[in-house]
């Protein structure tokens, strides 16, 4: 993993310009998630420009000294309500050090980082691909960064509700849990909402 960089999307932009870079965001490709790729070659840029959220290109170095994108994450944050019967004693124990109990709601409100879409580039070649848990290991590794200078300590994200990718996000590497789900007003998929704490 360490030939892998994860570049901020603006400092992308000043380095090769916007031509450029619509050009590399347009061979990003990821079939098991459309709204990802979506995302990525129409979006990030315009996201990241109003500050909405910032999309990092995790470019790897080949063979032939060429560098080219394997995958991204995007983050932001976001204030979200966990209901408290939801979560298990152990993580309303943890909870309790970033948010306090609404006891007319039930729930607790807290700021997160949100991880709001992740994925891996399909279109390159096996040999220079990464995997999911090194991916996520960048995003952590990024999001401890600004845990040292801005505090907080939650991470959330939402995924469909399909098994490949609940596993993947609970395993042990990763170490989400499921606190509850959202109906999307667009697509009206059921999404499943995932904490962690770190």
């Known amino acids: 993993m360490n030939d892998c960089i994860a570049v901020n999307i603006q400092d992308m932009l000043k380095a090769i310009g ?4 619509l050009r590399l965001l347009s061979d990003f490709s990821c079939p098991l998630n459309r709204e990802v ?3 990525v070659r129409n979006k990030s840029i315009d996201f990241a420009q109003r500050k909405l959220s910032i999309t990092y290109l995790v470019m ?5 000294m060429k560098s080219i994108l394997v995958g991204i994450y995007t983050l932001s944050h976001k204030a979200i309500e966990i209901t408290n019967s939801n ?22 409100n807290i ?23 090194q991916l996520m290991d960048l995003t952590f590794e990024l999001l401890k960064h600004i845990q040292y200078y801005v505090g907080g300590g939650v991470v959330y994200l939402d995924c469909e509700d399909v098994k490949k990718v609940l596993d993947f ?9 499921i606190f509850g789900e959202r109906k999307s007003e667009i697509d009206q998929k059921r999404y499943l909402q995932l904490l962690r704490f770190f």
């Open 87 to 108: 979560i298990s004693n152990t993580t309303r124990k943890k909870l309790l050090r970033y948010a306090t109990l609404d006891k007319d709601t039930n729930k607790y």
């Open 18 to 21: 916007e031509e450029e870079l």
């Open 169 to 177: 996000y609970q395993n042990a590497c990763n170490r989400f849990k």
């Open 111 to 133: 700021s997160a980082f949100l991880i709001a879409q992740f994925g891996k580039n399909s279109a390159i070649p096996q040999e220079n691909t990464i995997t999911g848990n």
């Open 60 to 64: 790897k170095r080949t063979n032939e």
């Open 37 to 39: 790729e979506d995302f």
